[in-house]
């Protein structure tokens, strides 16, 4: 029944990413079935409620009210600042039912930076919670908890979107200063999951437990799946690792969706002294995770596999790993790892079926396997640019392809492996082989007592230099670890090692989504 139900969907040819809920109750789907579940209150719902569908409809259509009532409407770009995933998840898709344009902000992006940001992308409105409207310059039109107050019996028809509609701005984590304003349309950021409806449903996507960023493209399209999909999600309005871990031992989720950021808080904890039975499957979207974080992982929950004695269920999860941004509007790529897994190295694994990739030189010519260059990518996934900033639009496409800020290399098998960032490479791969994340890759996979780890390299008097950061576990001794991190990084980076520091985790900066800021790192120690 779900199958079919599953492919029905996916043969409609006006389903996207504005009018999933709406398509999903036309369909025929059971108002008393799941909806979502936020971790606070919803109007006169008690936080963690399971909003029925119904039920979600009709707190939907209650914003959808509000906001007619205001003036919003078609086009209408609202700027959204708020922590509660509710303020956020249903602002979004009441805006969207009036054919509006909704812009998330991450709660914590600095004030100024958000001033500046809501600036450039000449909002009509700004809907910001309690805690963040006293934070701006900018006039704010309504917390997005009052726009529960509307009549529902007075909602507008629902704008009925062209493929080509825009629906949504998430912006990038912007790790060099103010975030980029990346926009999704109506079909781009819908169509990975319009392939993934075509395919068996993934093991353990039947109860979710959403650790993204609740603003980042990463949790729309977790919020349009389980839609389609008629699972249960609860939404968490807050990523750390702490809060993540109590959530699995209390909700029993199958599978948790989240950031390399919250893998790494986790892998710090002895996950065998907490319940974590009921988890089939973590799914790692952004950047890819490190190997010692995920093997913690997979050595806890449970999953199904198929023997002789046909399907039984054997101790260790899945853990889904790749690359995705929000730019790509989904992940490019995928790769699966089990205890019984040995493909680390940062491999990233091959693109979905719906996308194409390659490796670039730095003018755009595609090289062969083994050869380092920039990630190429193509899908109809990919956001057609950046809101109000064609010159970053077309800054990133090369000889056709999106640039996704990424260095890789593709073994010859089709594999992709992740060596840095470009900003972060400092070199390039036209100089030295000098990478940092590939460094941190390479540390962590050989020294256990370290819990995590931050690579920055700098120019120094027309020379580079490297600085290690090491997060060690509780119990780590008091000991140089210089030559051991020097064996750790390989020969180039081992040559220009400058200091090795211990430090703690509030000693690192990162940015909304919890990516190190190595920019920031890199001039304080230039």
Known sequence: MKAGWRARLAADPAIGTGNV?????????????????????????????PLTLGELDERVQARTAWLHEHGIGRRDVVAIWATEAQDIVLSFLALTRIGAIPALLNGKMAPAIA???????????????????????????????????????????????HRDDPVVITHTSGTTGVPKAVLHTHTTLYAALKHLLTMPQAQGTDRILNALPIPHTATILMVNQVLGNRAEMLLLSSQDADVVLRQIERWKPHAVYGFAVTWAGLARSDLSKHELDSVRMWFNTGDCAHEPHIRKLVAVGSRETVTRDGRVTV?????????????????????????????????????????????????????????A???????????????????????????????????????????????????????GFDGPQLYTSFSEERILAAMPDVADCTVVIVAEGGQYAADVLLELTPDAPEV???????????????????????????????????????????????
């Open 315 to 371: 101790p260790g999860s899945h853990f889904i790993d790749g690359l995705g941004s929000s730019e790509m509007g989904h992940n490019g790529f995928h790769i699966t790892h089990t205890i019984e897994s040995e493909h680390y190295g940062r491999c990233i694994g091959k693109p979905y079926e719906f996308a194409e990739a390659t490796v670039l030189s730095s003018t755009g010519e595609e090289l062969p396997a083994g050869k």
């Open 115 to 161: 001033d500046e940001y809501i600036r450039r992308l000449r909002v009509t409105a700004v809907l910001a919670d309690a805690n963040h409207k006293e934070l701006l310059e900018t006039d704010v039109l309504a917390e997005p908890r009052e726009l529960g107050a509307g009549d529902p019996a007075k909602a507008p028809d629902h704008y009925r979107h």
């Open 21 to 49: 809920l709406a398509t999903v109750i036309a369909q025929g789907a059971d108002l008393n079935g799941p909806g979502l579940t936020f971790d606070t209150a919803v109007d006169n719902f008690a936080a963690e409620h």
């Open 373 to 427: 260059g920039i990630l190429g990518f193509r899908s109809p996934t990919v956001s057609p640019g950046y809101w109000n900033d064609s010159v970053n639009t077309y800054r990133f496409r090369l000889n056709g392809w999106f640039v996704t800020g990424d260095l890789v290399y593709r073994d010859e098998t089709g594999h992709y492996f992740h060596l840095d960032r470009i900003p972060d490479a400092v070199a």
């Open 480 to 526: 140089d670890r210089t030559e051991a991190v020097k064996a750790a990084v390989g020969a180039e980076v081992a040559a220009i090692l400058r200091r090795v520091t211990v430090v703690g985790a509030d000693d690192v900066p990162v940015t909304v989504t919890g990516k190190v800021r190595k920019v920031a790192l890199r001039e304080a120690r230039s």
